[in-house]
């Protein structure tokens, strides 16, 4: 990976050109970033969150969900896949063909091996930036979720529930939303 500061900054075109390996890509300040495919364990708290916040959005008729892969184009130079993401109904105009044009109004990363640093840091200050109203940061291992909420600038953690303690996630995007974290948790197994 070379440093912005000595190779071009990569933008969407340049993204969009990147082969299909498997691998998620994505560019922050016009970097290129790459991890693996997600764990088991992973990919079924993204699909427990997802399951939970779509039938919920579907019966209020309160917007759209979506999960990685997909595109969320925040400027030319800072595209991501996040794990889970909320768009609100009346922003439903930054749904496009090719992916998000826009702010989603909820974004959800769960933290996999060796990308602690990357979502909890990295990914929070981007969508802190762009002026993300809420972003979770899901730990299969600690079975936590922190949440950050948008202020006027960067991001107040207001949160961390925890599985142990019996919390329940809630949002003030989805009004009446509820998921007790030992649902999202849940191994079927």
Known sequence: MSSPSTAPRLTYEDYRTIPDDGKRHEIIEG???????????HQRIVLNLATALKQHVQEHDAGEVFVAPC???????????????????????????????????????????GNRRHDEVRKRRLYARHGVAEYWVVDPELETVKVYRRPEDGYDQVAEWRAETDDTLTTPQLSSWALPLSTLFRDPR
């Open 31 to 41: 970097e290129e970033y790459m991890s693996p495919s997600p764990t088991t364990p």
């Open 71 to 113: 595109d969320v184009i925040l400027s030319d130079h800072d595209v991501v896949q996040p794990d889970v993401f909320f768009v609100a109904a009346e922003r439903r105009d930054i749904v496009k063909e090719r992916g998000i044009a826009g702010v989603p109004d909820l974004v959800v990363e769960v933290v996999s091996e």
